[in-house]
């Protein structure tokens, strides 16, 4: 069973749903091989960008698949203890199904004290102990020494639910999508992970009669992309927003995410903490005080693409860069 699970994920393809895109065996196998009388696996369910829904959708409508698919994984991995880590909403609504779920296996449900920066997945680790949500410096990788030192398995909710798909043999290369925003039929849906993003709107009965733009692979930290753009595949978090041009004020919305990204990180590096800040503060200006310091916002996305310390801040650039691009 063991030897098998991992091959069959390494032929399956299945990569982190978080927005990694990192192959799911490859974490498997680093923590088996770990040398460690104790082994840690934990479930990350902190979902926590505006506007994304699919792992609330996969708790409500499928636990079943999640705690088989943590299950697969406490079988896999020898001397390994599980933790499911849901964010404060997740945990009042689903935490008892999944506890009656996980009958006598070793699965200890924890409420994520809040803060997206928490969901990170060692600020996470940090938080499980006891600690201060923020990053850890990688390496070491959690796969390595993760909750206590020890090696730890993190995946997020999706993930193991075709992780258990693909021990029932059920898996067929899909992904979830969760559609928000201005969209005619919101929802979460489950498609081929290789449909465009033109595919799933029409699929699922969404692509707007009307002029709109939308943002792909994360609620805050996603893309812009124009109609004309939409012919490829969702990169990062399945994520698709659509905005109705017309009733939508793009300086509003940049400053929404804006204003999320400096609630919402954890003040340890400052092209993070300060450079956001003067990002928010340059937009709260208006669109003429953004062009006019043009130059300088490109060096702050710059410098938090490229020296801040962990995702949120290096992601963070993305939306204003190809909002500014695309729609101012
Ligand atoms: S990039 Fe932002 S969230 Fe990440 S460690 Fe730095 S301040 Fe914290």
Redo the contacts with the bound molecule.
């Keep these: 069973m063991t030897k098998e699970i991992i091959q069959e994920l390494k032929n399956s393809g299945l990569t982190g749903r978080s927005g990694s895109g990192f192959p799911v065996w490859q974490k498997w196998q680093a923590v088996k091989d770990a040398p460690s009388n104790q082994k840690y696996i934990v479930c990350n369910g902190s979902e926590g960008e505006p506007m994304v829904f699919k792992d609330g959708h996969i708790l409500e409508k499928y636990p079943e698949e999640l705690i088989n698919g943590v299950k697969t994984a406490l079988k896999t991995i020898d001397n390994s203890q599980a933790y499911i880590y849901l964010n404060k909403d997740y945990y009042a609504r689903f935490s008892q199904t999944l506890k009656n779920l996980s009958g006598n296996m070793p699965v200890i449900l924890f409420e994520e004290p809040g803060g997206y920066?928490a969901g990170e997945e060692t600020a996470l680790l940090n938080v499980i102990e006891g600690k201060r949500a923020?990053?850890r410096l990688k390496p070491p990788y959690p796969t390595q020494a993760g909750l206590w030192g020890k090696p730890t398995l993190v995946q997020n909710v999706e993930t193991f639910y075709w992780i258990s798909k693909i021990a029932k043999n059920e898996y067929q290369g899909h992904r979830f999508y969760s559609i928000e925003g201005d969209a005619a039929n919101k929802g979460v849906f489950e498609l081929p992970e290789t449909d465009t993003v033109r595919q799933i709107l029409q699929k699922t009965d969404n692509y707007p009669d009307f002029d709109f733009f939308a943002q792909i692979g994360g609620g805050a930290a996603g893309t812009i992309m124009l109609a004309k753009e939409l012919d490829q595949p969702v990169k990062g978090t399945g994520s698709i927003v659509i905005y109705d041009r017309l009733r939508t004020d793009v300086l509003d919305l940049m400053k929404a995410w804006a204003e999320f990204f400096v609630n919402n990180?954890?003040?340890?590096?400052t092209p993070?903490?300060e450079g956001l800040y003067r990002i928010l503060e340059t937009i709260a200006g208006g669109k003429e005080k953004i062009l006019a310091e043009k130059q300088s916002l490109d060096e702050l996305f710059t410098a938090l693409e490229k020296t801040?310390?962990?995702p949120?801040?290096r992601m963070a650039a993305g939306p204003f860069k190809s909002a500014m691009a695309k729609l101012l």
């Design positions: 920066i923020e990053p990180n954890c003040d340890k590096c993070c903490r801040a310390f962990c949120l801040g």
